[in-house]
């Protein structure tokens, strides 16, 4: 299955209103989901598959406690494999910098996943402490990409 025929399958849950489609082959697994607020692996997904978002739906990040000592820290984590931007576009200024107070629906960075740019949300409300990855660098599913500190 290549990037045409998964489109093609988007296409369609958007044209008759399919929230869920899971397709399954032999070494392939495809599971795609409209309108929910986590779009994440499936646990028998194999490492051909892959999870496909539109930039329509909200990809979230994974947040977690922090496990040093800093309490009211928490990480938020990529939610996906891609490439992570910090701006819009390269002439434009970073979503959030060291400091930043961020609301749950703020977009903090980007992530571009099969050519799609799929906005990354802080889904808390806090002040960005540390930036942990660089702009246009990989990122992996689970790896932190920003520390904040929840208000």
């Known amino acids: 299955m290549d990037l045409k025929d998964i489109k093609a399958i988007?296409?369609?849950?958007?044209?008759?209103?399919?929230?869920?489609?899971?397709?399954?082959?032999?070494d392939f697994k495809i599971r795609l989901k409209r309108g929910s607020?986590?779009?994440?692996?499936s646990e028998e997904?194999?490492?051909?598959g892959a999870v496909p978002t539109t930039s329509s739906t909200p990809v979230l990040p994974v947040l977690t406690a922090p496990?040093?000592?800093s309490i009211g820290e928490m990480e938020i984590k990529s939610p996906?494999?891609?490439?992570l931007y910090r701006a819009p576009s390269p002439e434009s200024a970073n979503y959030v910098e060291i400091g930043t107070e961020v609301q749950p629906d703020s977009v903090v960075c980007l992530i571009e996943a099969m050519k799609v740019m799929n906005e990354i949300k802080a889904e808390v409300r806090g002040a960005?402490?540390?930036i942990l990855v660089d702009n246009a660098k990989p990122?992996?599913?689970?790896?932190?990409?920003f520390k904040i500190r929840a208000l």
């Open 10 to 26: 988007i296409d369609l849950m958007k044209k008759n209103s399919i929230s869920e489609f899971e397709m399954e082959r032999q």
């Open 37 to 41: 607020t986590y779009i994440g692996p």
């Open 45 to 48: 997904m194999s490492a051909s």
């Open 67 to 69: 496990t040093g000592p």
């Open 80 to 83: 996906m494999i891609g490439t």
């Open 128 to 130: 960005i402490t540390e």
């Open 139 to 145: 990122v992996e599913f689970g790896q932190p990409i």
